[in-house]
């Protein structure tokens, strides 16, 4: 049985529509695709560069990657490097905490060291917050657009209303 490869496989040897760029430390041609009437792939299009007058720079927001230094405007508009626009909906360090000294409170007391008195005070004042904030909640989630479609939809009567408002508000107030 004779062991022979195909020559377009040995190393050293340059395969046809391969990059033609000699990897020194593999000791064999690069195994990329170069595109059609290119002779190199883009990773060693630099390699090129006595041959073409065009520069290839690192991407200055992934340098994991290079660019033609006349292209970069275009690359940096469509670059899946590049940040992405947030949603609508997105407001930064929304869940970050107390980011200032004086919001922090200057003593922290223990409940059982309150009196009967304090208690119901700030148990009084929580409800009154409680109550704001889900009358808030119940405001903009019943402006949205999606939901408002569907309760003033006739065809759904009272009894479907009641139950889309109780529905939304259980699913949004029970992350809380």
Known sequence: M?????ASHAP???AEGRCSYFVEKKKRFCRMVAA???RFCGEHAGAAEEENSRKRILCPLDPKHTVYEDQLAK???KCNSREKPKPDFFIQDINAGLTDEMEIPEQLVPFSSLSEEQLENLIRKLRKASEGLNSMLEDHIMSHPA???ALNDPKNGDC???HLKQQMLKTFTSSW
């Open 36 to 38: 059609a009437g290119k």
């Open 12 to 14: 050293g040897f340059l």
């Open 75 to 77: 690359h940096l508009k």
């Open 160 to 162: 479907a209303v009641k």
């Open 147 to 149: 939901l408002n479609d």
């Open 2 to 6: 004779e062991d022979r490869a195909p």
